[in-house]
């Protein structure tokens, strides 16, 4: 089955301790991004890649790192989290090579930062 | 920066109407994204647009390139059509998405 997969689904931690969201993908799409969704402001993109080893800065990237060492795995870090990071985190993916492809949404994380 | 509006902002209807919700946005696109997101969080893509029609079930989508304008039609709706529902555009086809702030629908037995 084609999905996307988040871990964990749920998570409360301390301010500036160092976190690790996972996503992982088993369609082989190229573009992967990671969103966060807040009351009232909907869905921000954080940071994207396009494929292994290329990453770029989403609309609000601060706070946060991610990696693209394989094609199917894309985390997303936040190495000093702060209350203004409390939110729902969605990890995504589509294909570049293919036309008319949807985008496959990952189960998402809530995050509370205290 | 593409600027994608939504309406109706929230929505109660009884169950069996026809739905209609509205989304419109600011620049040239390559795609539209129709998806639906229920109570427990998860985000489900419904439709991809480009260009004309498109039919699942009783779900339709429709996208006006010229006016750029796109709806989303639910006919003979049901309680399980209850969700919020988001239009997201993709400037190009390597571009992230942009999204509406989403229309919250509640449909009534």
């Known amino acids: 089955e084609a999905q996307v997969t988040q871990n964990p689904r749920y998570l409360i931690t301390v301010t500036g301790k160092k976190l690790t969201v996972t996503c992982s993908q088993n369609m082989n799409h190229e573009y992967m991004s990671w969103y966060r969704q807040d009351p009232g402001l909907g869905l921000r993109q954080i940071y994207y890649s396009m494929n292994v080893e290329v990453t770029d800065k989403g609309d609000v990237p601060e706070g946060y790192k991610v990696s693209r060492k394989e094609k199917r795995n894309f985390p997303l870090i936040l190495e000093s989290p702060s209350p203004n990071q409390t939110s729902l985190y969605f990890c995504a993916s589509t294909s570049l090579t293919s036309k008319n492809t949807e985008a496959f949404f990952g189960q998402g994380t809530r995050l509370t930062v205290v | 920066k593409n600027e994608v509006e939504q309406s109706p902002q929230n929505l109660t209807a009884q169950e069996g109407e026809f739905i209609t919700i509205n989304c419109s946005y600011s620049?040239?696109?390559?795609?539209l994204h129709w998806l639906q997101q229920h109570p427990g969080g998860g985000i489900v893509s419904l439709f991809m647009l480009s260009s004309g029609k498109k039919k699942h079930g009783r779900l339709i989508a429709t996208i006006n390139i010229q006016e750029k304008h796109s709806s989303l039609h639910i006919t003979a709706s049901h309680p399980r059509d209850s969700a919020v529902y988001i239009c997201?555009?993709?400037?190009?086809?390597?571009?992230?998405?942009?999204f509406g702030k989403g229309t919250h629908l509640i449909i009534q037995p």
């Open positions: 620049v040239g696109i390559s795609a």
């Open positions: 997201a555009v993709q400037e190009g086809g390597a571009d992230g998405l942009t």
